[in-house]
C-alpha cells in the first residue's frame, strides 16, 4: 500500500504517520525528518536544506526530489509505503507519478488532513519534538510522560527552530500557495480523502484508521 499524508504544517502528519505505518507494515518516509538528520550529520545537503527551512520556505524541488527518489529506492520500501511531507508542489507530484510509473508501483490514497489556520499556530507554539526518533509532542494536547522525555527512545525533546511565530506564519503561507494545489491534483484522481484534523488526536487516528 503507497500512502501519502498530506496537510499544513501542524496538522498531524507526523503524530499519526506511526500508527498507520505499523498497521500497513510499510516504512514511514517524512521528507523534513530526512531533511533534519542530514543537518544533524552536517552533510552538505543538510546545510543547503538548512539555509531554507530556517526561514519556514520550501527546499528546491530538484533536491527534495532526488532525496526522496533516493531513499524510494531502497528495499524496505519496495511494498509499500506511507510519505509524510512530500510531495509539497505540483513538480513534486508529477515527479512521484514518473517515478511510481517506471517501478510500475501504483499510489493508492491521499490523505488530506484539514485543520484550520488559528489551530496550527496554536499546536506548533506547543510543539516540541524528539531529537533523536523526531516523534512530536505537544506541552497542551500530548505531553510526553516524562517532561522533556521522548516517550518512545528515551531521546531529549526541543522546539525546532522552525517552529518560531515568524517562520510557522511563513510556512503556513508557503503551504496555501505551493501544497494546496495538490488537493485538486489528487481529487481529479479519486483518489483523496479529506479527513477533519481537527477533532481530538483519538478521533483524527480514528478516521484515518478507518480510511486506510
Ligand atoms: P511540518 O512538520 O511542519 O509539516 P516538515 O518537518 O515536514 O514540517 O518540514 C520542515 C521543513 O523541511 C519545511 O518547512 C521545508 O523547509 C523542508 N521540507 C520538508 N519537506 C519538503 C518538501 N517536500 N519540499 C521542500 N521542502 C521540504
Ligand atoms: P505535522 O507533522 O503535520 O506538522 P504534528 O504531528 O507534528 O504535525 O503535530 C503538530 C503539533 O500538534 C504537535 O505538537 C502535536 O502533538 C499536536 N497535535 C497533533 N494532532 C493534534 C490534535 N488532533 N489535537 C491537538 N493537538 C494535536
Ligand atoms: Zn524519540
Redesign the pocket.
Known amino acids: 500500500m503507497r500512502i501519502i499524508l498530506l496537510?499544513?504544517?501542524?496538522?498531524g502528519?507526523?503524530t499519526h504517520a506511526g500508527t498507520i505505518s505499523a498497521l500497513k507494515s510499510v516504512p514511514h518516509v517524512?521528507?523534513?525528518?530526512?531533511?533534519?538528520k542530514h543537518q544533524q550529520e552536517e552533510t552538505e545537503l543538510g546545510i543547503l536544506?538548512g539555509s531554507?527551512?530556517?526561514?519556514?520556505?520550501?527546499?528546491?524541488?530538484e533536491?527534495?526530489i532526488r532525496m526522496?527518489e533516493q531513499r524510494l529506492g531502497e528495499d524496505d520500501c519496495w511494498q509499500g509505503i506511507i510519505l509524510?511531507?512530500?510531495?509539497?508542489?505540483v513538480t513534486?507530484a508529477t515527479a512521484l507519478d514518473q517515478l511510481f510509473a517506471s517501478l510500475d508501483h501504483k499510489l493508492d490514497l491521499v490523505l488530506y488532513l484539514a485543520v484550520s489556520e488559528d489551530e496550527l499556530v496554536r499546536r506548533?507554539g506547543g510543539?516540541i519534538t524528539c531529537r533523536n526518533c523526531?516523534t512530536?509532542y505537544n506541552l497542551v494536547s500530548s505531553p510526553p510522560k516524562i517532561e522533556n522525555v521522548c516517550n518512545q527512545c528515551n531521546g531529549e525533546l526541543y522546539q525546532?527552530p522552525?517552529?518560531t511565530a515568524d517562520?510557522?506564519r511563513q510556512?503556513i503561507q508557503?503551504?496555501t500557495q505551493q501544497t494546496i494545489p495538490l488537493v485538486d491534483y489528487y481529487t481529479s484522481k479519486g483518489i483523496l480523502t479529506e479527513i477533519d484534523g481537527e477533532q481530538d488526536i483519538s478521533e483524527v487516528q480514528r478516521a484515518l484508521i478507518a480510511a486506510v
Open positions: 496537510g499544513p504544517p501542524g496538522a502528519k507526523g517524512a521528507s523534513g525528518d530526512l531533511f533534519r536544506a531554507f527551512m530556517s526561514k519556514g520556505e520550501l527546499v528546491p524541488d533536491v527534495t526522496i509524510d511531507g512530500f510531495p509539497r508542489t513534486q506548533l510543539r523526531q512530536p525546532r522552525d517552529d517562520a510557522v510556512r508557503v503551504f
